[in-house]
């Protein structure tokens, strides 16, 4: 099992930045992919990007492409979320996850067995 904190959440205007960052701690890190996720009020909670072990490869679903860049340092045990040009409807609680295989890769939140404990984001304006 692995601990999730994530940190970096707030308040801003649309059209601003926010940068959220996520510490791991409790197994190897670099073995597993790690996404970000969210739940907005009344909603389910929806892919928003996901990251390999290594890092070489992204995805992002289509409402962020351009806009959020994940990233990690597997020397640090971190994985960030870059956004940019936030919208009102980005609004929402952001979970990291961890993917619950070595090496796997995934869109589904059944396939991530760790999660933090959340960060809300909120996006005036």
């Known amino acids: 099992q692995v601990q999730l904190v994530e940190s970096g959440g707030g308040l801003v205007q649309a059209g601003g930045s926010l940068r959220l960052s996520c510490r791991a701690s409790g197994r190897t890190f670099s073995s597993y992919a790690m996404g970000w996720f969210r739940q907005a009020p009344g909603k389910e909670r929806e892919f928003v990007a996901t990251?390999?072990?290594?890092?070489?490869?992204?995805t992002y679903a289509d409402s962020v492409k351009g806009r959020f860049t994940i990233s990690r340092d597997n020397a640090k045990n971190t994985v960030a979320l870059q956004m940019n040009s936030l919208k009102p409807e980005d609004t929402a609680v952001y979970y990291c996850?961890?993917?619950?295989?070595?090496?796997?890769?995934?869109?589904?939140?059944?396939?991530?067995?760790?999660w933090g404990q959340g960060t809300q984001v909120t996006v005036s304006s």
């Open positions: 990251i390999s072990w290594g890092g070489s490869r992204t």
């Open positions: 996850a961890a993917h619950q295989v070595p090496y796997g890769s995934s869109r589904s939140t059944a396939d991530f067995g760790s």
